[in-house]
Structure formats: structure tokens, C-alpha cells
T-cell receptor, first 114, second 118 residues
Framework: NAGVTQTPKFQVLKTGQSMTLQCAQD?????MYWYRQDPGMGLRLIYY???????DKGEVPNGYNVSRLNKREFSLRLESAAPSQTSVYFC?????????????FGEGSWLTVV | AQKVTQAQTEISVVEKEDVTLDCVYE???????LFWYKQPPSGELVFLIR??????QNEISGRYSWNFQKSTSSFNFTITASQVVDSAVYFC???????????????FGPGTRLSVLP
């Protein structure tokens, strides 16, 4: 049961470098999300994709771009990394299960920008 | 607007004690879903339970139980005979079924950090 898979799990970047976080889900869900979680904090939505072909900004989109490559894959790109983007990033997907919508998360990607 | 409040920031208990994590929500929708997630020290977010608004039956799963009360807009989580492995941050969440912003309709509380001491 893969569920939501995201890579890489750990990454260290220098300020100004770019990188892409990859995410794939095998649950045939329509919606996918990227969240960030800072130490001791809750989850903040960066971007989401309600369905294939659409993306929308969440609460904290600045400094990020996303691509919904197909129904399975949703990537998050940092074009010019900044120390403020040091965080744990979670990809998630949601779908209709047992008469309700449920969101499932990947294992997280720990990103440090130095 | 929807909102989830977890007033308990941190709780410490000694192993085998019972502990209840509080969750209070706000929503204007008549159909909605409530969730609990566990985030252990390893960092992943683990889905524990979803409760639909039209089903107020309480649920028990082993040492875990959930009390859903619409009258008080609460969805509390009780761990009976707590164990060290229960140490984690627990998040309560809400999703409205007919939110206009479909993709943003999951709202998470700030989490409660539970420490179970041996």
C-alpha cells in the first residue's frame, strides 16, 4: 500500500538554489495538496489541485510553484530557496472513501536551506 | 468560516493513565467531516478516524475512543491506559462537504502534543 509517496525525504539547499519536490499517489484521488509544517507549528497549505489540470494558491504560496503533471503526480518547486523555506513539506491527496472525503499524507520531506 | 480549536497545547501523563484530547469546531455547513491524525516523533501524519456529521455514534477502537457531540461542536479523543508509544502530536481537522473552495476544505487545528511518561 504505497498511498502517497514523496521524494526526496531529506534535502539541504544553499540559498538561491532551486529544487523540485515530487509527489505521487496511487489512490486515484482527484485532489492533491502541498503543506508545510514549521517546528512546533501546525500545517499550512501552500498550493492545492482540486482536479487534474487545475491548481490554486493556498495560505502561503509565495516562493513556490506547482505542477499537476497528471492525476497521480503533483510537484512543488522552489525557484530560489530562502532560509525561511526551511521546513517539513507534506504532500497529500484526498478522495471519497466510505461516504466521506478523507485526506492522506505522504511521509514528509525535510528541507533545510542554508 | 470553518475553524478548529485544540485548546490543549501540551499534555503530559504517566503511562496507564487515561487522557482526553479536546477538539472544538466551527462550521456553517450541515454536512461535514471530522478527523483525527497522529504525528509521532518520526514525523509522518497518520490518519486515525473520520466521523461524518450525520453519524453521532461514538466509536471505540482498542484503547482509542472518540466522542462526537454536535450540541457542543466537539469531537474529543480519549486514549485509555496510555502507553509511551502514544506520545505524539495529535491534530483534529474539519472538512465541509459543500465548501465553495473544494480544494481548501480541510482545516486543521494547531495540534496537541501528548507526552506519555514511563
Amino acid at each position: 500500500n504505497a498511498g502517497v509517496t514523496q521524494t526526496p525525504k531529506f534535502q539541504v539547499l544553499k540559498t538561491g538554489q532551486s529544487m523540485t519536490l515530487q509527489c505521487a499517489q496511487d489512490m486515484n484521488h482527484n485532489s492533491m495538496y502541498w503543506y508545510r509544517q514549521d517546528p512546533g507549528m501546525g500545517l499550512r497549505l501552500i498550493y492545492y489541485s482540486a482536479s487534474e489540470g487545475t491548481t490554486d494558491k493556498g495560505e502561503v504560496p509565495n516562493g513556490y510553484n506547482v505542477s499537476r503533471l497528471n492525476k497521480r503526480e503533483f510537484s512543488l518547486r522552489l525557484e530560489s530557496a530562502a532560509p525561511s523555506q526551511t521546513s517539513v513539506y507534506f504532500c497529500a491527496s484526498s478522495g471519497w472513501v466510505d461516504m466521506g472525503n478523507t485526506i492522506y499524507f505522504g511521509e514528509g520531506s525535510w528541507l533545510t536551506v542554508v | 468560516a470553518q475553524k478548529v480549536t485544540q485548546a490543549q497545547t501540551e499534555i503530559s501523563v504517566v503511562e496507564k493513565e487515561d487522557v482526553t484530547l479536546d477538539c472544538v469546531y466551527e462550521t456553517r455547513d450541515t454536512t461535514y467531516y471530522l478527523f483525527w491524525y497522529k504525528q509521532p516523533p518520526s514525523g509522518e501524519l497518520v490518519f486515525l478516524i473520520r466521523r461524518n456529521s450525520f453519524d453521532e455514534q461514538n466509536e471505540i477502537s482498542g484503547r482509542y475512543s472518540w466522542n462526537f457531540q454536535k450540541s457542543t461542536s466537539s469531537f474529543n479523543f480519549t486514549i485509555t491506559a496510555s502507553q509511551v508509544v502514544d506520545s505524539a502530536v495529535y491534530f483534529c481537522a474539519l472538512s465541509e462537504a459543500y465548501s465553495g473552495n473544494y480544494g481548501q476544505n480541510f482545516v486543521f487545528g494547531p495540534g496537541t502534543r501528548l507526552s506519555v511518561l514511563p
